[in-house]
C-alpha cells in the first residue's frame, strides 16, 4: 500500500460533527448582517500579489512573510492566496464601479491563508467573516459595525468579549507621532529587539504592537498617538464613543492598539477574549479611507471589520452550546426488488411534501436496516416489502414512541399521517 496523504500543515479538515457548528454560525452571522442592511459579495481566494503588497504594505508580517505567494507556471502571472479580504473587496468595488453614487454595505465568508507557525487559534488556511461599509464618513458607520458585533455575539450566546477601541488619527498625524516614536525608541535602543530595531526604520507603529514580552514595558511608556490628533480626528473618535455609550456597549482605549495592516485611518477597535489563550482576538477592523484611492479609485471613505470563526467557534463550543445533530423526519426500509423501486418512488414523494427522508442505500435484512433506522435519529421509519409494493402501501412505524404499534397505510396517506405527528409532538415539547 503506499503512504496514505495527509493534509497541508495548518490546514484542516472541518468533520461533519464540527461543521454543524459551523452552519450555526454562518447562519447566525447571515441573519445579523441581514437586519443591518449588509449584502453578500462572493471574491476570488486568488488575487494578483501587487493588489496585496499595495494594499496591506510591504512592512507588514503578513506580506513580508505569510503570503502564499506563487509564479502561475501556465502564465508567468504573479498571484497569492488572500491573507486578508479587504484588499479584493477593494478591488471589485472598483472594478466594478460599485462606490458611484451609492454607498454599499458588504460581507463575505471565506478561507484566508497566512504562513504561520500554526498552533491553538492561529491556522494557515483559516476563515473569516469580512464586513465592509464604504462611503460612509461619519462617525456613525464605525458606531454600527460595532454594534452589530455586539448584536452577534448575543446572537450566538457568548459573553466576556471586551470591546477595546483606538484611534489612529490621520496620515499627517501620524508622521508627528512617528517623530516623538522614534526619537523615544531611539533613546532606549538598547532594549529593542531585532524584530523592532529594523521597525524603527520602516515602521515604528508597529513595534507598538510587538507581542515579544520583553517589549511590553518599553511599548508601555511610548509616546501615545492619541496625543497627536488633532480636533478633527478627536471629534470623529468621540463621537464614535459617544454613539456606544448611547448604546450601552461598554469599551476600554487602548493607545497601544495600531493594528497589523497599514491602510487603518481614524477609528480601529478589537473583540477581545481572555477564554483562548494567547490567540484571544475573535474581531478586529476600522477605518481605512484612504484605501479605495490608493488602489486607484476615487477617493471612497470606508470602515470594515474581520472577524476569526475559527476562534469564535472555539467560544462557542466551549459555551456548551451544542447542536442537535441532524435528524431526518423519515427512514426508509425496504427490501425485496420491487420494493427498492417503489421506496425510491415513495422517497420522493414523502420529499416532495417537505420531509427529509433517509433512502436506505445497500440492501440486508429489515432488522438491521431498522438498528439504523433507530442510529439515524430519525422520527418515523416507513417499511417496505414486496407485499406492499404490489398493493401501493407502506408499513409506518413511530420510532419515538416506546411500543407504538406500526400500521399499514396507502402511500397517498403516509406524508399527511407524519407531518400531524411532528406537529402534535412539537406542540407538547
Ligand atoms: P493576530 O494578531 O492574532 O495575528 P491579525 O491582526 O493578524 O491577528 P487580522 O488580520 O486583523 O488579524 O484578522 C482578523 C481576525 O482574523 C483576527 O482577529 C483573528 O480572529 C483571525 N485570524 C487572523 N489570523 C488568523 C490565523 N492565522 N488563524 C486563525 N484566525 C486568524
Ligand atoms: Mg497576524
Redesign the pocket.
Known amino acids: 500500500m503506499s503512504q496514505a496523504l495527509q493534509a497541508v500543515r495548518g490546514m484542516n479538515d472541518i468533520l461533519p460533527a464540527e461543521a454543524a457548528f459551523w452552519e450555526l454560525f454562518e447562519e447566525a452571522v447571515r441573519g445579523c448582517l441581514k437586519a443591518y442592511g449588509y449584502r453578500p459579495i462572493r471574491l476570488p481566494v486568488v488575487e494578483p500579489t501587487p493588489l496585496f503588497k499595495r494594499a496591506i504594505g510591504e512592512v507588514t508580517?503578513?506580506v513580508e512573510k505569510e503570503m502564499y505567494s506563487f509564479i502561475d507556471s501556465l502564465n508567468g502571472e504573479a498571484l497569492t492566496l488572500r491573507p486578508?479580504g479587504t484588499a479584493g473587496c477593494v478591488r471589485a468595488l472598483i472594478e466594478h464601479n460599485l462606490a458611484a453614487r451609492q454607498t454599499q454595505r458588504l460581507y463575505y465568508i471565506g478561507p484566508?491563508f497566512?504562513h504561520?507557525r500554526p498552533q491553538k487559534?492561529?491556522?494557515?488556511q483559516?476563515h473569516?467573516v469580512g464586513v465592509e461599509a464604504f462611503g460612509f464618513a461619519g462617525p456613525d458607520i464605525d458606531a454600527e459595525l460595532i454594534l452589530m458585533g455586539a448584536r452577534l455575539w448575543a446572537d450566538l450566546g457568548l459573553d466576556g468579549i471586551e470591546l477595546q477601541l483606538n484611534s489612529l488619527g490621520q496620515p499627517e498625524e501620524r508622521a508627528r507621532h512617528r517623530e516623538a516614536l522614534v526619537a523615544y525608541f531611539e533613546q532606549h535602543g538598547d532594549q529593542l529587539d531585532e524584530d523592532s530595531r529594523r521597525r524603527l526604520a520602516t515602521n515604528p507603529l508597529r513595534i507598538l504592537d510587538s507581542k515579544n514580552p520583553a517589549m511590553q514595558a518599553l511599548c508601555a511608556a511610548a509616546p501615545r498617538l492619541i496625543d497627536h490628533l488633532g480636533a478633527e480626528s478627536l471629534a470623529h473618535f468621540e463621537g464614535v464613543q459617544r454613539l456606544l455609550r448611547d448604546a450601552g456597549i461598554p469599551f476600554t482605549i487602548n493607545p497601544r492598539l495600531v493594528?497589523?495592516?497599514d491602510y487603518y485611518n481614524l477609528t480601529v477597535f478589537?473583540w477581545v477574549t481572555d477564554k483562548l489563550g494567547a490567540?484571544g482576538?475573535?474581531?478586529?477592523?476600522g477605518r481605512y479611507d484612504g484605501l479605495v484611492e490608493q488602489l486607484g479609485g476615487k477617493p471612497t471613505p470606508a470602515c470594515g471589520f474581520?472577524?476569526?470563526v475559527?476562534?469564535l467557534i472555539a467560544l462557542i463550543r466551549e459555551a456548551g452550546g451544542e447542536p442537535a445533530p441532524p435528524a431526518p423526519d423519515v427512514y426508509l426500509a425496504h427490501q425485496g426488488e420491487a420494493a427498492a423501486r417503489h421506496a425510491f418512488r415513495v422517497a420522493e414523494g414523502l420529499r416532495d411534501q417537505g420531509l427529509d427522508v433517509l433512502l436506505h442505500c445497500g440492501g440486508g435484512a429489515f432488522k438491521s436496516q431498522l438498528k439504523k433506522a433507530d442510529a439515524s435519529g430519525a422520527a418515523f421509519a416507513v417499511i417496505i416489502g414486496d407485499d406492499e409494493a404490489a398493493s401501493g402501501a407502506a408499513q409506518l412505524k413511530n420510532l419515538r414512541q416506546e411500543g407504538s404499534a406500526q400500521r399499514q397505510l396507502k402511500v397517498d396517506d403516509l406524508a399527511e399521517a407524519i407531518i400531524g405527528h411532528l406537529i402534535d409532538s412539537d406542540d407538547e415539547e
Not at 487559534?121 to 494557515?124: I, L, P, V
Not at 482576538?281 to 477592523?285: F, I, K, L, N, Q
Open positions: 508580517d503578513i486578508e484566508m497566512r504561520e487559534g492561529r491556522y494557515r483559516f473569516q493594528r497589523g495592516l478589537e490567540q482576538t475573535v474581531c478586529a477592523g474581520a472577524l476569526g475559527e476562534r
